[in-house]
């Protein structure tokens, strides 16, 4: 997919790597819809966004992803404001042990209504113009992590929602295409959480010495590979120290995903 004259709503774009992928896209003459439950950052990301670009291209809507009827609205009020949206990634994440219920509505919750409202807004045999849909994972929606297990959990049903759309055989007539970007650590506010987020927070921190911390810009990297490859649906994006691992799964057309 080109990027110059797409559309595109960002939840989570407030800060951190929502935040990047939204300055990218803007650099690459997308339009974009940023959604947030902290107004003052969005607000002011995207004036940024808009002095740098020309007013309109980047539009704030305060939301809370937790609030289906909230992130409906919201996303209705951004396919008024945008038209047809193109890319939708639903990125809006956190990690609270300690609060769960609201950490599991967040990171499931939030990303399998974003992603109802954009495979209904987008899909092809319904009247729409088909898509891209990027879900946040993690590399802790890969492989399991003691130190905060329910956040694993809750990126593991990340990765399976979306792999089980992307290996939907209807997914040509509709249009769409589906990934998950699946980052180690990045340098966000994410990783200044207190120690009661954590279960584990001291060997957590300890992990992190040894994985070490990844800049936005290389998770943002990694979305822009993803959503520019016409070709990857289904893919894992794992972004580490190491590198981009663009792992693409094969699709057997209805008989789910064979690992390579
Ligand atoms: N930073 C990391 O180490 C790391 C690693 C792997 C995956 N991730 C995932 O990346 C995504 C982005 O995180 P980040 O690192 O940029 O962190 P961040 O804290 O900088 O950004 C997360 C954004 O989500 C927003 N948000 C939180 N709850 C929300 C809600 N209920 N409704 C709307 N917005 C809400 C926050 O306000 C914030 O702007 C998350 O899904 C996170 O789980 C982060």
Not at 36 to 46: H, L, T
Request: aromatic share 8%; net charge neutral.
């Amino acid at each position: 997919m080109q990027l110059k004259g797409k559309t595109a709503l960002v939840t989570g774009g407030a800060m951190g790597v929502g935040l990047g992928v939204l300055e990218a896209l803007a650099d690459s003459g997308t339009k974009v819809v940023s959604l947030d439950v902290v107004e003052d950052a969005g607000q002011k990301s995207v004036a940024a966004i808009n002095d740098k670009h020309g007013a309109g291209t980047a539009t704030f809507m305060k939301c809370d992803v937790t609030d289906s009827k909230q992130l409906e609205c919201c996303f209705k009020q951004a396919v008024s404001v945008l038209g047809h949206i193109d890319i939708v990634f639903n990125n809006a994440g956190l990690v609270l042990e300690n609060k769960w219920e609201y950490m599991i509505d967040v990171n499931i919750k939030g990303v399998v209504v974003g992603t109802q409202l954009a495979v209904e807004h987008m899909r092809k045999d319904k009247g729409g113009k088909g898509g891209v849909i990027i879900n946040t994972s993690s590399y802790a929606g890969l492989v399991p992590r003691f130190t905060f297990p329910i956040y694993v959990g809750t990126k593991y049903a990340v990765t399976g929602f979306t792999a089980s759309w992307a290996s939907n055989p209807y997914l040509k007539d509709m249009g769409l295409r589906f990934g998950t970007l699946c980052p180690t650590a990045v340098d966000t506010a994410f990783q200044r959480f207190k120690d009661e987020q954590l279960l584990y927070p001291k060997e957590f921190k300890e992990m992190l010495n040894n994985i070490g911390m990844l800049p936005v810009g290389k998770a943002v990297e990694g979305f822009l590979q993803i959503v520019q490859d016409d070709d990857s649906n289904g893919a894992n994006m794992t972004i580490t120290v190491k590198g981009i691992s663009y792992k693409q799964l094969l699709l057997q057309e209805g008989k789910g995903l064979i690992p390579q």
